[in-house]
DNA sequence: TCGGTAAATTGCGATACTGCGATATAGTCG
DNA sequence: CGACTATATCGCAGTATCGCAATTTACCGA
C-alpha cells in the first residue's frame, strides 16, 4: 500500500482535498468539473515552483489517486474517485 | 495530518496491522488483549533488529497511534483504537 | 518556420529517513 | 552489589525525498 507514501506530504495531501472541489479554482479553457485542474492553477494554490508542482502530480498519479488529460498544451488533473474509494473501502483491513 | 507519514512505511504499517489480534503473538507475563504487546515479539515479527523495532513503535507513538505501557522491564504496545477511530473518521475530510 | 506558453524532465544541494551496531538506561533476580 | 534481560537512545553510512533553477519536450498561433 504505497499510496500512504503519496499522503505523507502535507501539500500533496493538501491538493488531493482541494480536488474536491474543482470549480473552486480560476476559470479555464476546458471544464474543471469534467476533465480536471490546470496544473498552473494547482501550482498556484501550492504557491511552490512549476517543477515541484509537476512532481507533486506525478507522485499522486503514480498511486493511481490522480489522473491527468492532456489537452493541448494543457494538462487537466483530476481525482480517480474510483481508486479512492477502494483505498477507503480497503483502509479499514490496513489500518 | 502527520498520521500519514507514520503510515507511509510498510512494516509500520504491517505492526498496525498485527496488532489488531494481539492474541496471535507469542503469549507472555501481561495479557496482550488488554495492556497490548512485548515489543521483543513485534521485533520478532517484523524481523528487523531491536533498536529498529523500538524505533519503529517510537514513530508509531508520536503519531498517537499506539500506546505504550512499561510493566517491569517490558514495554507492552498496543492501538489506540479512540485515535484510529477519529483518523477513519478525519480520512473522508482530507482523502 | 518562428516565438511564445505549458508542462515534464534533469541535475543539484539540502534535508530526512532507514536500519544497524554500540552504548546507555532501567528493571529483575540472587 | 553484580550479572542478566529488555528497551531506549546515539552515531553512523547509505539511501531517498524535497524544492528549485535550468533545460527539454510538446503544443499553439501567426
Known amino acids: 500500500m504505497g499510496v500512504f ?3 505523507a506530504h502535507p501539500t500533496r ?4 482535498s482541494w480536488l474536491k472541489d474543482p470549480e473552486s479554482f480560476p476559470p479555464q479553457d476546458q ?6 485542474v490546470c ?19 506525478a507522485v499522486l498519479q503514480r498511486a ?3 489522473t491527468c488529460t492532456r489537452i493541448g498544451q494543457w494538462s487537466y488533473y483530476r481525482r480517480n474517485e474510483e481508486v479512492i ?11
Chains 1, 2 share one sequence.
Open 31 to 36: 471544464p474543471a468539473a469534467s476533465v480536471g
Open 5 to 7: 507514501k503519496a499522503l
Open 39 to 57: 496544473l498552473k492553477h494547482i501550482q498556484a494554490r501550492a504557491d511552490v515552483s512549476q517543477s515541484t508542482a509537476s512532481q507533486f502530480m
Open 13 to 16: 495531501l493538501a491538493i488531493l
Open 85 to 95: 474509494a477502494s483505498l477507503r473501502a480497503s483502509f479499514d483491513l490496513a489500518v
Open 64 to 66: 493511481g489517486l490522480v
